[in-house]
């Protein structure tokens, strides 16, 4: 099983950015597809993003695309989330999973990382 490590989170004024990174302990970490997924008081976690294993695909939530981009470094078994023009709803903790599936579906993912808190100020 996959241990993941999120860090980067913190608290940003709307508009501003912010980088989550998410480091993964396995030798096979290229193998993996990799996605963020977040979880705001009160609601259900979802999806915000996946990439492939080789990172030749991702996708992302409508609620994030083009302000947030999914990215990876094989080399170092960390995988990013740069989120722009953050907004007050963003707020939320993210978490990073894993999947050895090619589809880049919801539900593919585990492997939960304990999250990183993300809160954007109106």
């Known amino acids: 099983q996959v241990q993941l490590v999120e860090s980067g989170g913190g608290l940003v004024q709307a508009g501003g950015s912010l980088r989550l990174s998410c480091a993964a302990s396995t030798r096979t970490f290229r193998s993996y597809a990799m996605g963020w997924f977040r979880q705001a008081p009160g609601k259900e976690r979802e999806f915000v993003a996946a990439i492939s294993s080789n990172g030749g695909r991702s996708r992302y939530a409508d609620s994030v695309k083009g302000r947030f981009t999914i990215s990876r470094d094989n080399a170092k078994n960390t995988v990013y989330l740069q989120m722009n023009s953050l907004k007050p709803e963003d707020t939320a903790v993210y978490y990073c999973?894993?999947?050895?599936?090619?589809?880049?579906?919801?539900?593919?993912?585990?492997?939960w990382g304990q999250g990183t808190q993300v809160t954007v100020s109106s």
């Open positions: 999973a894993s999947s050895t599936l090619v589809t880049l579906q919801e539900t593919d993912f585990g492997s």
